[in-house]
């Protein structure tokens, strides 16, 4: 599986509650090192649970898939101790290119960023397992 060689979504404590061709939803908690000065959520902890995310959703297909452009937009802070989610959904794919949005969920079940993002499609294949790139 794509998470069993991502070291830095393993550190994240990232979780794969689902995950289905050309979509995912993950989850994390916030922890104390992850705060910034004013004790939320540094704001590259969302997007980097949101560049997982895309990674995961447009991986799905067995094609090795990189990110080329991504924009987030932080709506509400999140603080220590939270678990939120990041759902991804796929709104266009090609065949060199896919658009996606993720959207960060608090506990209350609110949007609390967006994510948009790009890859590029490289043609390299990837082999499946249970539904998830190994390699």
């Keep these: 599986m794509m998470m069993d060689r991502d070291a830095f979504s393993q550190w994240m404590g990232i979780e794969i509650l689902s995950i289905k061709k050309g979509s995912v939803e993950l989850q994390m908690t916030i922890t104390e090192v992850m ?10 902890i969302a997007y980097s649970l949101a ?3 895309l990674a995961f ?3 799905t297909y067995g094609i090795q898939s990189v990110t080329i452009e991504s924009t987030m937009s932080h709506i509400k802070p999140l603080k220590e101790g939270e678990t939120i989610k990041a ?5 266009q794919l090609s065949g060199k290119f896919g658009r996606y949005l ?3 969920i608090n ?4 949007v609390a960023a967006v994510f948009y ?5 490289t043609g390299k294949e990837w082999i499946i397992d249970n ?5």
């Design 107 to 110: 506990e209350k079940n609110e």
């Design 57 to 59: 959703s447009s991986n």
């Design 51 to 53: 560049d997982s995310a």
């Design 35 to 44: 705060t910034n000065g004013f004790k939320i959520a540094h704001g590259g």
């Design 131 to 135: 539904g998830q790139p190994t390699q």
């Design 117 to 121: 993002g790009t890859v590029f499609r």
């Design 87 to 91: 759902v991804a959904k796929e709104l």
């Design 102 to 104: 993720i959207e960060i």
